[in-house]
C-alpha cells in the first residue's frame, strides 16, 4: 500500500500564503495524486489533480488562479502552493492517490495520508 504523509498546514491570515507537502512511498505508472479538503460538518471535496505522464492539473473553481499543485519525482513528493489564502480554504487537507485516471470523487482514490491543518482567519 502505498503510504502518504501530509505536512505544512498552519494558522495563517486571510491573504497569507502556505505550501502543504505530500511525502509518497511510491509512485505507479498511471496515477492520479490530488488533494483533497475536509472542514467540518461538510463533505470531503476535491481540491486540485494532477495525472502522471503529461496530464495538466485540474482545480476547483473556488481555488483556481490561487492553488498550484506539482510534483518533484525525484522526491516522490507532491506539493500544494495555496496563495492568497481566504477564511473558507479553512480545512483539514488530505492528499490522496490513485491507480489510473482522476476522478473528482474521494471514494476512487485507494490511498490517503492522515491530513494537515490549515487555518485562515480574517
Known amino acids: 500500500q502505498v503510504q502518504l504523509v501530509e505536512s505544512g498546514g498552519d494558522s495563517v491570515q486571510a491573504g497569507g500564503s502556505l505550501t502543504l507537502s505530500c511525502a509518497a512511498s511510491a509512485y505507479h505508472r498511471r496515477y492520479c495524486m490530488a488533494w483533497f479538503r475536509q472542514a467540518p460538518g461538510k463533505e470531503r471535496e476535491r481540491v486540485a489533480t494532477v495525472y502522471s505522464f503529461g496530464g495538466s492539473p485540474v482545480y476547483a473553481g473556488s481555488v483556481e488562479g490561487r492553488f498550484t499543485i506539482s510534483q518533484d519525482n525525484a522526491k516522490n513528493t507532491l506539493y500544494l502552493q495555496m496563495n492568497s489564502l481566504k477564511p473558507e480554504d479553512t480545512a483539514m487537507y488530505y492528499c490522496?492517490?490513485?491507480?489510473?485516471?482522476?476522478?473528482?470523487?474521494?471514494?476512487?482514490?485507494?490511498?490517503w495520508g492522515q491530513g494537515t491543518q490549515v487555518t485562515v482567519s480574517s
Open positions: 490522496a492517490f490513485s491507480f489510473g485516471t482522476c476522478r473528482t470523487l474521494a471514494l476512487y482514490f485507494r490511498h
